[in-house]
């Protein structure tokens, strides 16, 4: 009880630190255990209640899965790396407060249009395995809307996780409830949803095609029109279409 007594305020944070530390030099991996409660603080001079805390917020972004008791599965495990914490704290801001619609665009258009083009100059030439089966996907006549736009969010975070940039897919992968949320939002606006998906159909063959062409510039200019397409036909008037 005495160390915990003289632990500062913070000191949970040093354990975060420490434990991020290993983690992006290579010490710790997805499937390595942490070290036990009374281990982690001895080696940094900390409570261990400061230690118990840190597991907690550890957790809650994601990064480990945490079993009681006394057996070989006992204790936390890492279960992904700092892009998947990266991905939870985005998903927790977007569900605490929500992000304005107009800088989720925004913020769209800046990274996908970089994504597009990377992906089309990319060599070896991209796997785009997973894209094109979420537009096979989307193809399908029995799709409700909501469904479609599940389907065509995934698509997008297909191309991030392609590109194989893990900070763009972590930031894709924590703005995707947003993205399918004003996405749902705007179906109020659509007089026919029939003419929009086909159209949406096209825009995300358009943009795989311009990938594989190696068209770089094509690629950029598709995407973007194609995101801020949508967010003017269902949220405000295209002469205000956020622009990069």
């Known amino acids: 009880m005495a160390a915990d007594a003289s632990d500062a305020p913070r000191a949970w944070q040093s354990v975060l ?3 991020e530390a290993q983690l992006l030099e290579g010490r710790l991996r997805p499937g390595d255990r942490l070290p036990g409660e009374r281990a982690l603080s001895t080696e940094l001079g900390v409570g261990r209640s400061s230690v118990r805390e840190a597991i907690r917020v550890l957790e809650v972004l994601g990064l480990i899965r945490t079993q009681s008791g006394s057996g070989p599965s006992a204790g936390a495990i890492i279960i992904s790396t700092p892009g998947g914490g990266m991905s939870a704290l985005m998903r927790l801001q977007v569900a605490a407060s929500g992000f304005p619609v107009a800088d989720i665009v925004r913020t769209r258009l800046i990274l996908e249009s970089s994504v597009a083009g990377d992906l089309a100059d990319a060599t070896p030439a991209p796997d785009l395995t997973a894209a094109d089966r979420l537009l096979d996907a989307m193809d399908s006549p029995t799709l409700a809307p909501q469904e479609f736009l599940a389907l065509d969010a995934a698509f997008h975070l297909a191309l991030a996780e392609a590109s194989g940039n ?5 930031t894709m992968a924590g703005l995707r409830s947003g993205i399918e949320g004003y996405a749902l939002q705007g179906l109020a606006a659509l007089t026919d949803w029939h003419a929009t998906s086909a159209r949406l159909r096209i825009e995300h063959r358009g943009i795989v095609e311009a990938i594989r062409a ?16 949508y967010y003017a036909e269902t949220f405000i008037d295209p002469a205000r279409t956020p622009t990069t």
């Not at 893990?166 to 972590?170: D, E, L, M, Y």
């Open 17 to 19: 630190e420490h434990i």
């Open 166 to 170: 893990q900070v763009i897919t972590a």
């Open 214 to 229: 190696t068209d770089a510039a094509s690629a950029r200019t598709r995407i973007h029109d194609h995101i801020s397409g």
